[in-house]
């Protein structure tokens, strides 16, 4: 069951292949299973310890289903979650429990995730009461230093959430996940709720207490630039899948995948002469339902670059060299020769130092796909 | 910037300056300190709840009250208590402050014995329907699946019962008794609860602060009890004061049907029973039995109403206008006041309308 090479590495999480189905079920009475919902589809990744693997996406792409599943809250369909090389994704209930002290989560919205009915003391002091290290004055000591520790008065654990504002209550969710002194915490878009001036508090908090604690974090957020400033590495995931991952410099200066190009293309960019100077990639129609995803490459339906082979094959995520990235190739595609034998890659785990890449035809450096897609719209105009 | 920006920045300035909004003075208000000051406002649930624990000091001292009278509960007077014809005597006479019943006992000494039965019928019966019908609601609600669908039937099935029916051969088997009144009254109270509960708990477990406590690795006797409990003490607490005068009236007419608290014990809804065939010589007979049992439940079901308007948030404007238009009345009457009160009355017009309908 364990597999014991993770325990000595730098790896603090491996996930192994998971896949996370929901059923859709249908009728009344009766009711019956008439499709799966592929929410995470065969996804693997690394997270290694002291640092922060970042996840973007758009709504929909299965970030959070993955960090449930990583944070053992839901059950997964298939694969493996290892933990200090120990897999916790067949555990029961009580034998996750001591397990759940080295995982912790901070939640989206500090409105719902914080009980309206509890004072802040018993919300950040629920941990030392559910692993029972600690009661009576010892747990409001303990609470206290915490509610200072993540910038709260300490005097104020006898409050309502409701007497808070929104980055207050941010800092209790992350009083919370920090009580039990975790390894990982898994960020579920902790800052998108908050106002920008908040988020940046919020943000150094969390990397003042990477540093202090040598935390790990599973950072999930759909703001790119967020996740560059957060992140060593980054995974880009759609569709269920990981299309791309790599070191965030890595990823932000050379984007392989066209998903990664238009996503980076869509962010906001707060330097008036960049924003002007960079091309919009405007990817045609809306994301494929994940009850019955595209087959071959999940992105081929709005890829600017899809050729037949994207269709068929689905891509494999390996690592590209610039320097394989010959126009050759994308002949060879063209030509609907079974790019397989000809693909250059390795492959690679996404959360590694590799910049891995699920695409048949990576982006060249200097490549525009601005071109590509408008020949894409106008293609799609001429047949309709 | 404009006018209206730099007027808020300098009013903004102006507190700082003066220091009058300092943080650690405003003073943080829970959900009951505000439920009890709306209710406080209320003057139809403050008399409710005035002549409530009247009743219940009334019911305690009811045995004090038997001795200053110098009149048993269940000693008939023959010699005072009836005159003549052997009928009962009207209100005031010999002592008598209520007048007597058709066998001579004290009118006002059986009322008080009898509002004790109802009361405790009545607070008894709620509290074991109100636990069992949070227990079973939470379960059904939290756990789903086969625990729901087992749970959620049963409960749709006591609903469904005929509960007159029911109470007829349960008394006709068992034979009638106190303890039979309380278990045939909370079987048929506690569903109702359950329901509520269970709705409530199936909206209440989506929230992402329950997704946190099970990450935290609380089981699910601790999510329901500390996490979804206090999120639910509102509403059962309108329901379960609801529920109250609904087992006093239960009571009195099971009693009425001589299938509930027998003779010599007093209960309302038996000294009703006695009383129709003398009200034609005797009207007290009737009336004051009546009268306290009118009263009980009235004063209930209008504390009930009060509280669920004290929990529920969009009355607040209401609230607000009644306690403007008390200010109004008290001071001499300004413009600007008299425009705002209109200006809520509206409002306060259309949510009142709202509610009813």
Redesign the interface.
């Given at each position: 069951m364990a597999t014991a090479n993770d325990t000595d590495g730098d790896v603090l999480v491996r996930v192994e292949n998971v896949v996370k189905y929901f059923p859709v079920k249908a009728g009344g009475f009766l009711r019956h299973t008439v499709g799966q919902v592929h929410a995470v589809d065969d996804v693997s990744l690394v997270i290694e310890r002291g640092k922060t693997l970042g996840l973007v996406g758009e709504t929909g792409s299965g970030k959070s289903t993955l960090a449930r599943c990583v944070?053992g809250?839901i059950p997964v369909t298939s694969g493996r979650v290892f933990l200090n090389g120990t897999d916790i994704s067949r555990l029961s209930?009580s034998a996750?429990?001591p397990l759940?002290?080295e995982?912790?989560?901070i939640?989206?919205?500090p409105y719902?995730?914080?009980?309206?009915?509890?004072r802040v003391g018993a919300i950040i002091g629920?941990?030392f009461a559910?692993?029972k290290t600690a009661t009576g004055a010892e747990r409001k000591r303990m609470v206290q230093e915490l509610m200072e520790r993540v910038g709260l008065n300490p005097e104020h654990f006898n409050?309502?959430p409701?007497?808070f504002s929104g980055g207050q209550r941010q800092r209790i969710?992350v009083a919370?996940a920090l009580a039990?002194r975790p390894k990982l915490i898994i960020c579920d878009e902790p800052v998108s709720a908050l106002d920008v001036s908040i988020q940046a508090q919020v943000l150094n908090l969390l990397s003042d207490l990477q540093t202090e604690y040598g935390l790990s974090y599973l950072f999930i957020a759909h703001d790119l630039e967020v996740v560059r400033h957060v992140s060593d590495k980054v995974a880009v995931m759609y569709l269920g899948r990981i299309g791309e991952a790599a070191p965030a410099d890595a990823l932000y200066g050379q984007p392989r995948h066209p998903y990664t190009v238009a996503l980076l293309s869509a962010a906001p960019a707060a330097d008036p002469d960049a924003a002007a100077a960079r091309q919009r990639i405007i990817l045609t129609g809306d994301v494929p339902s994940p009850i019955d995803p595209p087959a071959g490459c999940r992105f081929h339906p709005r890829c600017p670059k899809a050729e037949d082979i994207c269709r068929r094959v689905e891509p494999p995520l390996v690592t590209h060299e610039d320097s394989d990235l010959d126009p050759a190739r994308t002949a060879v595609g063209t030509d609907g020769q079974p790019l397989e034998e000809a693909g250059p890659g390795v492959p690679g785990i996404p959360g590694g130092e590799a910049h891995v890449t699920a695409c048949h035809f990576p982006v060249q450096p200097g490549e525009s796909l601005a071109s590509a897609s408008a020949a894409t719209i106008a293609a799609e105009r001429e047949s309709a | 910037m404009s006018a209206f920006t730099e007027a808020r920045f300098e009013a903004h300035e102006a507190e700082e300056a003066s220091g009058i909004p300092q943080p650690s003075q405003v003073q943080g208000r829970t959900q009951w300190q505000l439920t009890w000051m709306r209710l406080r406002s209320d003057k139809v649930s403050m008399i409710a709840l005035v002549v409530i624990v009247i009743m219940i000091i009334l019911a305690i001292a009811a045995p004090a009250i038997a001795s200053l009278t110098g009149h048993a509960v269940n000693t008939a007077y023959p010699v005072n208590g009836e005159n003549a014809d052997g009928n009962p005597v009207p209100p005031g006479t010999n002592g008598f402050i209520l007048g007597t019943d058709s066998t001579g006992r004290d009118l006002l000494v059986r009322i008080l014995y009898g509002a004790r039965i109802s009361l405790f019928v009545g607070i008894v019966t709620t509290l074991i329907a109100t636990l069992l019908g949070v227990g079973v609601g939470l379960m059904a609600g939290y756990f789903g699946g086969i625990i729901d669908t087992v749970l959620a039937r049963f409960t749709d099935a006591v609903l469904a019962f005929p509960y007159i029916v029911l109470a007829l051969a349960l008394a006709a088997v068992f034979g009638p008794s106190l303890t039979i009144i309380v278990v045939m009254i909370t079987f048929f109270s506690w569903a109702g609860i359950a329901r509520i509960v269970r709705g409530q708990t199936l909206s209440i477990k989506e929230k992402e602060y329950i997704e946190a406590a099970r990450s935290l690795g609380a089981g699910p006797f601790r999510i329901m009890f500390f996490d979804i409990l206090p999120n639910l003490l509102a509403p059962v607490l309108v329901v379960a004061t609801l529920y109250i005068p609904n087992a006093v009236v239960f009571e009195s007419t099971l009693s009425y049907l001589t299938l509930g608290i027998q003779a010599p014990t007093p209960s309302w809804g038996n000294m009703l029973s006695d009383a129709q065939n003398f009200y034609q010589v005797a009207w007290w007979y009737l009336v004051f039995p009546a009268v306290a049992l009118l009263i009980t439940t009235l004063a209930f079901n209008l504390l009930g109403d009060g509280i669920r308007d004290a929990m529920d948030p969009r009355t607040e404007r209401l609230i607000a206008a009644r306690r403007l238009r008390r200010r109004v009345r008290r001071s001499t009457i300004k413009r600007e006041n008299k425009e705002a009160l209109e200006s809520l009355a509206v409002g306060g017009t259309r949510a009142e309308t709202g509610k009813k309908g």
């Open positions: 944070a809250l209930r996750m429990r759940r002290r995982v912790q989560m939640f989206q919205d719902s995730s914080l009980n309206p009915r509890r629920d941990p559910i692993h409050r309502f409701a007497e969710g919370r039990l | -």
